[in-house]
């Protein structure tokens, strides 16, 4: 069974920086892409960061030139770099992982909080 494990959230001050993990187990597949989306209270999930096993990425503009993207593709992880965050990036975070073969797949999220 593939499972998307996160690690890395948690609270923060304006102004700081996280970095996000999430590890690929039980697949016996790389994923084509992988990335990150986000779910505030109250809003749709949203795409914050994604990449393929080519290196390409799309970042949403509200996080670009803050946000970093990448991944290993020989471990199928990848990992979300948050620089100079705001409350406004409060969220949980949700990896995700595409397969042209299999499908798409969702972590269970890890929450981050940004306080002022």
């Known amino acids: 069974q593939v499972q998307l494990v996160e690690s890395g959230g948690g609270s923060v001050q304006a102004g700081g920086s996280l970095r996000l993990s999430c590890a690929a187990s039980?697949?016996?597949?790389?994923?084509?892409?992988m990335g990150w989306y986000r779910q505030a209270p109250g809003k749709q999930r949203e795409l914050v960061a994604v990449t393929s096993t080519g290196g390409s990425t799309n970042y949403a503009d509200s996080v670009k030139g803050r946000f970093a993207i990448s991944r290993d593709n020989a471990k199928n992880t990848v990992y979300l770099q948050m620089n100079s965050l705001k409350p406004g990036d409060t969220a949980v975070y949700y990896c995700y992982g595409r397969s042209f073969a299999f499908g798409d797949y969702w972590g269970q999220g890890t929450q981050v909080t940004v306080s002022s």
């Open positions: 039980g697949s016996m597949f790389t994923f084509n892409g």
